[in-house]
């Protein structure tokens, strides 16, 4: 009956051994102090590091940006619509005018 009943596999759980939180936590407590008293600069965030990331995390955008191909604009898309309406109305009543 193994066809039926399927097992869900066991989580993956990575404990780690040598880490030491509390000197991570004080380091990034110490951190921040000191971007507060201005002795580090301020982190800089801006959104095309974001964007890169997701474009790095997925294949098929990779690939799209390296191939150069970029999707069909509004322009292309309402001229192929308009067409196949045209398409449509002719195989309706048979004849090409309007």
Not at 1 to 6: C, P
Not at 14 to 23: L, S, W
Not at 33 to 49: H, I, T
């Amino acid at each position: 009956m193994g066809m039926f009943k399927m097992e869900k596999p066991r989580r993956f759980n990575h404990q780690y051994i040598y880490v030491d939180e509390r000197k991570e936590k004080l380091q990034k407590m110490e951190e921040n102090a000191k971007r507060d008293l201005g002795m580090l600069p301020p982190k800089e965030f801006s959104p095309e590091d974001i964007r890169g990331k997701f474009i790095e995390g997925t294949k098929h955008l990779k690939r799209r940006k390296e191939s150069g191909r970029k999707p069909l604009t509004y322009g292309a898309l309402f001229i192929a619509i308009g067409i196949l309406l045209f398409i449509l109305h002719y195989l309706v009543t048979g004849e090409l005018s309007f």
